[in-house]
């Protein structure tokens, strides 16, 4: 059977993930693409009762509870959703992985990155996207996008903060460009999806060699 393909979606708040995760989706199943779609925060019972507790403005979940919850919502997911899909030869399309640990809570959190590596090597053992897709906006665009909706717990916090987060994006994507493809998320959805379109299906046909 040939192999799964692991991809993950990343990006600060108000990116435009969830409406590219839709046009990729449509994209797949008219292509007859065989994938599963995770979430996280979320993703599976468990993880949604974790991002209940994750994301309820004014829930005072400790720094280090936070990123604790983030982690075990992510090992239960790989070892219910993500390696079973994988060894089906599936595509993971995951919104959202390890990378934000390392952005939200490694650096913006200040709980550092060392931890946060040494939290994925037990919650993940070894299960890693091969291609991650960085949908880079300014914070000054996210922060315009937030002003017109209500916001969870992790987008409530300060300017700081969300200027944090995408330094820390920014750094990623420039140490690992093998893996972190950056796709400008300030165009048109339509734009965006072709490119998004062009990346992922030339990387699933060539997901065995
Ligand atoms: P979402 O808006 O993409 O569903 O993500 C919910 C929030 O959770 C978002 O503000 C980013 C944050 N988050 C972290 O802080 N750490 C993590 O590990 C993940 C997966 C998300």
Not at 16 to 29: E, I
């Amino acid at each position: 059977m040939p192999s799964g393909l692991f991809l993950s979606i990343e990006g600060i708040d108000c990116s435009g993930k969830s409406t590219q995760l839709n046009l990729l989706t449509a994209k797949l199943d008219a292509n007859g693409i065989a994938y599963l779609l995770n979430r996280e925060p979320g993703g599976s019972d468990v993880g949604r009762q974790i991002r209940e507790i994750l994301l309820r403005p004014g829930n005072p979940v400790s720094p280090t509870a936070e990123l604790l919850l983030y982690f075990a919502n992510r090992a239960q997911n790989v070892d219910e959703q993500i390696r079973p899909a994988l060894a089906a030869g599936a595509l993971v399309v995951s919104d959202r992985y390890t990378d934000s640990t390392l952005a939200y809570q490694g650096v913006a959190r200040g709980l550092g990155q060392i931890l946060v590596s040494q939290l994925h090597g037990i919650a993940c053992r070894g299960t890693e996207p091969s291609l991650t897709l960085y949908l880079r906006i300014r914070p000054e665009v996210s922060a315009e996008r937030l002003r017109e909706q209500s916001k969870d717990r992790l987008e409530a916090e300060a300017g700081d903060f969300h200027n944090a987060v995408f330094a820390a994006y920014e750094a990623m994507a420039a140490t690992h460009p093998e893996r972190i493809v950056t796709v400008d998320g300030e165009r048109s959805p339509d734009a965006i999806a072709a490119d998004i379109w062009d990346i992922v299906s030339e990387r699933w046909a060539r997901r065995d060699r």
